[in-house]
Nanobody, 119 residues
Framework: QVQLVESGGGLVQAGGSLRLSCATS????????MGWYRQAPGKQRELVAS???????NYADSVKGRFTISRDNVENTVYLQMNSLKPEDTAVYYC?????????????WGQGTQVTVSS
């Protein structure tokens, strides 16, 4: 069984920083793209940032220049460094990974971690 476990969320003032981590566990052959999504109350889940196994990154326009995604391919862990946080960044943040256990990859999700930015 594969699990993704997020950590690092919390309450921070506007302008502050947080670092999210997502660790994988279980029987894993390979991890392809990893990413972070977020969902604010009353809104749809949206992509925040993603990173391929080769290190190519993609960011939502709203976080470019403020957030940085990175990963450890040995530990199969993904991070999200969030700087200059704004109240509109408040949401539940979910880790996502395309994981290959045998031959084909499938999406796995973490349980989510709350990020609250106060003004």
């Amino acid at each position: 069984q594969v699990q993704l476990v997020e950590s690092g969320g919390g309450l921070v003032q506007a302008g502050g920083s947080l670092r999210l981590s997502c660790a994988t566990s279980g029987s894993i052959r390979r991890v392809n793209t990893m990413g972070w999504y977020r969902q604010a109350p009353g809104k749809q889940r949206e992509l925040v940032a993603s990173i391929t196994s080769g290190g190519e990154t993609n960011y939502a326009d709203s976080v470019k220049g403020r957030f940085t995604i990175s990963r450890d391919n040995v530990e199969n862990t993904v991070y999200l460094q969030m700087n200059s946080l704004k109240p509109e960044d408040t949401a539940v943040y979910y880790c996502n990974a395309d994981i290959v256990r045998t031959f084909y990859g499938r999406d796995y999700w973490g349980q989510g971690t709350q990020v609250t930015v106060s003004s």
